[in-house]
């Protein structure tokens, strides 16, 4: 075998070493956290009001559900928009373009203790919002904007640029090919970067400390979002920083794990029918 050989063999080890030390770290963590918390997992924990006795997960659930629909609702139509604008109306290699993807970058990088900050202090505070779950909302909208946009655009990019011309050649227009063509053929990346904003958002602590607090009620009446509300990660953090529910604060962590791998499943389920009936 030649040294360039050698070098190709080296190289693929590497990979497939690097692989099974990923999925080992993965499945090792997912195993124990089901192997902690599952054995907790008792009715109780499912009581529609929370106490101190039950330390029931049913109200920070019904704030996370309620939390990341009212997000995605704000962030993923802004966030599809802007992508569209760059992609596919925007002059190339236009100066504003560039502005907005290294603004985009920027934000993408920034703590999420910094936008838990900035929540305080504008949402909270300037426009006397309280902590409330609207904050919150407002606040991991903004979180996960750079992220719907830059996956969005990626995979209007990925588009064959064939489907424009054919489009164009059968006498379509630019509003009715990039919404009735590229939009479609782009779903499932676009509908992976909403997989992946709802997990940073159900996943997020730090920021929504700062501006949807910790009350373990389910927010009601006619002002319902100025209200406080507690998610399933501050719910989890909550208990496990107190010390004396750290079974509960496992389970709590296995039944968020299982949200999350549902809402990844229907996902994938919703992109094949999409798919499907595209004709692809």
């Given amino acids: 075998m030649s040294r360039k050989d050698y070098l190709s063999v080296l190289l693929s080890l590497l990979v497939k070493v690097s692989a099974c030390i990923t999925f080992s770290v993965l499945f090792f963590i997912v195993g124990f956290i089901f192997y902690k918390g599952i054995p907790h997992i008792s009715a109780d924990l499912f009581a529609w009001e929370y106490n101190s006795d039950n330390v029931s997960l049913t109200p920070a659930l019904i704030n996370t559900l309620l939390m990341v629909f009212l997000a995605l609702m704000l962030s993923v139509p802004v966030g599809v928009s802007a992508a569209v604008y760059l ?21 993408s990088g920034i703590p999420s203790i910094v936008y838990g900050l900035f929540g305080f202090l504008f949402f909270v505070t300037v426009l006397k919002w309280g902590i409330s779950l609207i904050s919150g909302v407002f606040t991991v909208s903004i979180m996960v904007l750079p992220l719907i946009m830059r996956t969005t655009e990626e995979a209007l990019k990925a588009v064959p640029e064939l489907y424009r011309e054919g489009s164009y050649g059968l006498g379509a227009g630019k509003f009715r090919t990039v919404f009735s063509i590229i939009i479609p053929a782009a779903f499932p990346g676009i509908l992976s970067g909403i997989i992946l904003a709802v997990g940073r958002i159900v996943g997020e602590t730090a920021a929504l400390i700062y501006t949807s607090g910790t009350v373990a009620e389910i927010p009601s009446g006619k002002d319902f979002l100025f209200d406080s509300a507690r998610t399933l990660s501050l719910h989890m953090y909550t208990l496990s920083s107190e010390g004396l529910y750290t079974n509960q604060a496992y389970a709590t962590a296995a039944v968020l794990l299982v949200i999350v791998l549902l809402i990844n499943r229907l996902s994938e389920k919703l992109a094949k029918r999409i798919m499907k009936g595209n004709g692809k």
Avoid: D
């Fill in 87 to 107: 992609t596919e109306y925007a002059k190339k290699r236009s100066r504003l373009v560039e502005i907005i993807r290294i603004t985009t970058e920027t934000l």
